[in-house]
């Protein structure tokens, strides 16, 4: 069973110094074989000062509403996505309403470029227990499993 984590980070603040001070020495980087894991972020902001009020002003209660405004508006298919050093780069500003374009497009250069029986999406906040998600996956069916 090969399995791929993509895992969403941020190219600068908290959330990238906990992935960098914990994600990365812990369940990121498993001694089995058969697990990728692969960051991904976006672009590095010129002025992580901007992007870090900007975001502040997006999640906001009074804003969250309002999300698609702020969105990038690019379509998927013009979202460039590459490899540096096994972190996959969106082409895309590093903004909480950019997240799920993010996303999709780490997916779909994940889906070009990786081979894998599972694909799983975590954070920076979240922590694997590789070997009892190895026994819960061993029990389920070997194709269209979604969870």
Known sequence: MKMLVLCLDNSFGPWHEMYQGGTLKTWCNPSNSQIICRRY???NSRLP??????????VSSSFCNHWNIF????DLKEVKVFEVD???????PEL???ITLKTLAAMKFALENYEFDYLLRANSTCYLDIPSL??????K???TFYA
Do not use: A
């Open 141 to 143: 069916p070997q194709s």
């Open 41 to 43: 972020m976006g672009q």
């Open 86 to 92: 096994g972190v996959i780069r969106v082409d895309l």
């Open 71 to 74: 969105q990038s508006r690019k």
């Open 96 to 98: 909480w309403s950019n």
């Open 134 to 139: 190895e026994d819960y996956l061993s029990k």
């Open 49 to 58: 000062i901007l992007n870090r009020i900007g975001n502040r002003f997006l």
